[in-house]
């Protein structure tokens, strides 16, 4: 499989990064380079072979259904890069 | 006592606790150092005010006889590290001005046990790199150096791994997702411990993968790396990946006797291209232990020639996951919009402003392999071979190994700017040897052994069984002993 330059356009959109036009060629290229390098993997035979969700055997810890923490609007908005009262702001989303 | 700074953890520890030196004393030495090492770049943002401040209260403790192991001790905290009030932006530029409203809980253990904060280390942005090269504050230098050329401390935490090897600090704190402890350890001549996944707490330690990501030690001795597990490691309800074990007195551990244990030597980590000094210096590691009285076996990991591949997909996942937070909403940088830009226009200028290009491309690479039709491809099959390569190691030790010993790194330290940037995978190289412990969750770390023929200093790695770090580190010091690596960098700085 390659990335083509249209397909890192793609990629680049989905993940919400700007990439120049200009900046696909070398984009693409070094993609192109990584996935090259992980074609390794089809080599191994994996049939049977569960894909590992957690490495260490542990059951995920329970606890109370309890709220343990809140009333903290301030500190979660101080480091906003716009915030106004008691919310954060960002551009017009609705026409 | 003269260079305070260049002491111990264990030695401070016994100093303070004899009244011989003052922990006001040792921060001043470390805080005088560190104004002098500008040229190392390893400190980014400095808080001696902070640091005085601990260190009086800590001062008191000891007198009050009420001192822990690290009580008066001056470390460093990697830049990942959130510490209340204090910026903590994993060296990127897109959490610029950010300042945590919260504490990591290492951090908080470390405060808790009297530990003193010196200020934040240099990193690669988000714990990505092999050199330290892509931190939004400009490289780390590596203090060791043998001509003109600047030589790179190593990734991701050369700053942590700078600073305690030019004894800037006590002691360091680093995170390995690939080898970010362990490979920058073996650059710079000092110990470096990964701790099983699960042993010391996520919390507050910003993410890059979390399935792979452990904080640990970076010290100047085995007994220090002891020591200071002890103190950062926890049980903790606000990690969910937090395992539900004790914490064991490390340095009780530390007998320096290894009669009888079984030590694996990989055959798959003799890898095409091995330079003669490394293979070397594995032989003559494997010999110490053997003369220690512990018997050397050959073993075979089949699947570690795929770690690498796999790493490179999984880690890139995660972090396209973790990474989707830096939205310009919450935190750090937001572009400067243009006329008509919406909120879609926002997120990709913030990203592609605060984002450098390696993170950048591990952002893709990772959406990319979790893009519908691609995710049984590469990410599914990269978690299967994951499951092989964990397995490897389950084999190796029901067959009775007890720990294993291979080379941390394929060279030592290479020039900052040496290593092709239009060919990411070159750098990748650099992580063959230490991956493989992270994809297997397991403890490992690097003990300074021996130089090449340059002078630079070289590691070995140590792996151990799950949560069993008490024994690993055991082992680690009867090799500390045999190899009685001393050397320090000539200061130019």
């Known amino acids: ?95 | 006592m003269s260079d305070l700074n260049s002491l111990t953890i264990a030695q401070a520890r016994d100093a303070l606790r004899k009244g011989e030196t003052t922990a006001a004393d040792l921060t001043e030495a470390c805080l005088l150092a560190i104004d002098s090492a500008g040229a190392l770049n390893a400190f980014v943002h400095h808080t001696p005010d902070m640091a005085r401040q601990m260190a009086q209260a800590a001062d008191a403790r000891i007198r009050a006889g009420d001192a822990a192991a690290m009580t008066g001790i001056p470390v460093g905290i990697k830049d990942v590290f959130c510490v209340r009030g204090v910026p903590s932006q994993a060296a990127s530029r897109i959490l610029q001005g950010f300042r945590p409203e919260y504490e990591s809980t290492v951090t908080q253990n470390l405060w808790n046990a009297g530990a003193v904060m010196l200020g934040k280390l240099n990193q690669d942005e988000f714990a990505m790199g092999s050199a330290n090269e892509s931190s939004c504050y400009g490289p780390a230098v590596n203090p060791w150096k043998v001509d003109d050329r600047q030589l790179t401390p190593g990734g991701s935490s050369g700053g942590s791994a700078a600073a305690v090897a030019a004894d800037l600090c006590l002691a360091a704190t680093g995170t390995d997702t690939g080898g970010s402890i362990r490979q920058p350890a073996a650059f710079t001549g000092i110990v470096g411990l990964k701790p099983t996944y699960g042993r010391v707490s996520r919390w507050g330690v910003i993410a890059y993968a979390s399935s792979l990501d452990q904080a640990g030690p970076m010290t100047k001795t085995v007994r220090d790396a002891a020591i200071m597990l002890g103190a950062m490691a926890s049980v903790d309800p606000q990690d969910s990946t937090s395992a539900d074990h004790p914490v064991p007195d490390y340095e009780a551990a530390l007998t320096g006797d290894i009669r009888g244990k079984r030590i694996g030597i990989p055959r798959e980590y003799r890898v095409d291209g091995m330079p003669a000094e490394i293979d070397a210096l594995w032989h003559q590691g494997a010999g110490m232990l053997r003369d220690a009285g512990a018997e050397i076996v050959e073993i075979s990991l089949p699947h570690t020639k795929y770690a690498l591949p796999a790493y490179y997909v999984i880690a890139p996942a995660e972090a396209s996951s973790n990474l989707a937070r830096y939205d310009g909403v919450r935190y750090g940088h937001r572009a400067r919009l243009g006329q008509g830009d919406g909120i879609t226009e926002m997120y990709e200028k913030t990203r592609a402003e605060g984002f450098g290009p390696e993170v950048q491309r591990r952002v893709m690479i990772g959406t990319y392999v979790l893009s519908a039709g691609f995710y049984d491809a590469y990410y599914n099959r990269a978690r299967k071979v994951r499951a092989l390569i964990k397995r490897d190691f389950d084999h190796a030790f029901a067959d009775g190994i007890d720990a294993i010993l291979a080379p941390t790194t394929p060279s030592a330290a290479f020039g900052l700017g040496s290593v092709d940037s239009s060919d990411p995978v070159q750098m990748y190289l650099n992580d063959v040897f230490t991956v493989t412990l992270n994809l297997a969750g397991l403890p490992g770390i690097s003990v300074p052994v021996g130089q090449d023929r340059q002078g630079l200093p070289l590691g070995l790695q140590l792996f151990g069984k799950p949560f069993e770090e008490g024994d690993l580190l055991n082992h680690a010091l009867v090799l500390e002993r045999a190899a009685g690596f001393v050397a320090k960098p000539d200061r130019w700085w």
């Open chain 1, 1 to 95: 499989m390659s990335i083509t330059e249209d397909q890192a356009r793609k990629v680049a959109h989905l993940a919400r990064i700007a990439v120049d036009d200009a900046a696909l060629p070398a984009l693409s290229r070094e993609l192109n380079g990584i996935l090259h390098f992980m074609e390794q993997l089809n080599e191994v035979d994996v049939s049977g072979v569960e894909p590992m969700t957690g490495v260490i055997p542990m059951r995920l810890r329970r606890r109370e259904d309890v709220v343990t923490t809140g009333e903290m609007a301030d500190k979660i908005l101080s480091n906003a890069p716009d915030a106004r009262e008691g919310f954060f702001a960002v551009p017009k989303v609705v026409e």
